[in-house]
């Protein structure tokens, strides 16, 4: 297919935010929702919650609950060498492509440091086949085996050569702070997937976040060697340029919205793969906004959009039985965005603190 066209930066907004599920809440299962958005990071075990309740018509805290305890969904070490949220059908399929970013990973923090990591993840996955562990107990078993290793160094490569899920307990959002890992194979009942072919998850990433650069492709899932396969996909995919002449690939078929289509205000969750999915992140957030709401220590801030754009950061502050959503624009605020942002945000507050009495939304 030749290309068709420019895109302006409002059409990828719109682009990127129909298939985010931003435009509007849609009426699909949590399932559905988690494998159309290939995974949520899930850094921590509630911004997930968040994202769906953004997204999805009626959503219940419950119906991932559910999810995970059914082992439908599985959170696990996979894009980026981050916890994500992932369908354990996804998990299944996609595991071994994401394999090479996260060799590459290991061996970027582990440099000089000598270890035999076949023996390393042969000896964990014994320990793992006797029961579930967190890694605060598989470190020691480790040091006993090999007592000249690093255990902080054996503890990464398990994490990321040996596939691994964590298990859901009874925690209010799915998991505690320092879960119990288990083998992948054993607690999702089916082998893995051993094809290392990039073709699916790179097609999986333009229907979630696409138009989109090579370049964003690989911020997103770490991969190298990206524009190749983006090359061999060209006649099966739609090519278009930005306002800077940079090509970028699309499915045929997704859906690109008119640039005026109305985006209404949403609240995006910490660490929502929406604002670090592109290495131009300028559809979502200004550059001038970027370093707000990255932290120095690489945390990243829960967002708010209005008109489709990053417009501020939010938090919420829980004392005894009050829960009050903190929201921090980043420049002034119309009337309009101000009334809408305070319904939503009592209506999120409603949401994520279900044991409170008293609800208060305020303005930074």
Known sequence: MGTTGVLTRRQLNRATLARQ???????TTALHAVERLVGLQSQVAKPPFVGLWSRVVGFRREDLIRLLQRRQVVRATLMRGTLHLMSARDFVDLRAAIQPVL??????VLRRRALDVDRVVAAARTC?????RTFEELRPLLLKRFPKGDERAMGYAVRTHLPLVQVPS?????FPGSADFA??????GKPLGSDPEPHPLVRRYLAAFGPATAADVQAWSGLAGVAPVLESLRSRLATFRDERGR????LPKAPRPPEDTPAPVRFVPEYDNLVLSHADRTRIVADAHRRSIVTANLQVRATFLVDGFVAGAWKIERKKASATLLIEPFEAL?????TELAAEGDALLRFAEPGADRFEVRFG
């Not at 060799?103 to 970027?108: D, P, S």
């Open 128 to 132: 793992f086949e006797e029961r579930p």
């Open 334 to 338: 119309g009337s309009k965005a101000r």
């Open 103 to 108: 060799t590459q990973g290991m061996q970027a």
């Open 183 to 188: 083998l992948a194979e054993a607690w999702i």
């Open 21 to 27: 599920m931003l435009l509007a809440r849609e009426r």
């Open 170 to 174: 009874e925690a209010e959002w799915g």
């Open 247 to 250: 090509e970028l690939f699309d």
